[in-house]
């Protein structure tokens, strides 16, 4: 079993193997879903008191914030998928 991992900014990397989704946090249903998560206790906040730019939506239902753009997390996550099949 390999494990890859993504950096999601400021040292934090979450299994990438994990992730569903990468979203912006700007409309109202992701702002409803981070908030419900921060109700049922499944948020992580990477954000280190940064302003959240992307939202990572994992299998186990957590809701990851992080202060990374959306479309960084996500060429980290592609790059990482073509040195692993190299």
């Known amino acids: 079993m390999d494990i890859k991992l993504v950096n999601i900014g400021f040292g ?3 299994a990438a193997n994990r992730i569903i989704a ?7 249903p ?3 879903i ?4 921060r109700e049922k206790g499944m948020l992580i906040d990477a954000t280190y008191g940064r ?3 992307a939202v990572i939506i994992s299998d ?3 809701v990851i914030l992080s202060a990374v753009q959306p479309e960084t997390v996500a060429n980290r996550l ?3 998928d073509i040195t692993d099949e190299e």
């Open 60 to 62: 186990s239902a957590h």
């Open 12 to 14: 934090n990397i979450v």
């Open 78 to 80: 592609a790059s990482k």
């Open 30 to 32: 992701i702002k409803r």
């Open 22 to 28: 990468i979203i912006s946090p700007e409309s109202a």
């Open 51 to 53: 302003r959240t730019r």
């Open 34 to 37: 981070i908030q419900e998560a």
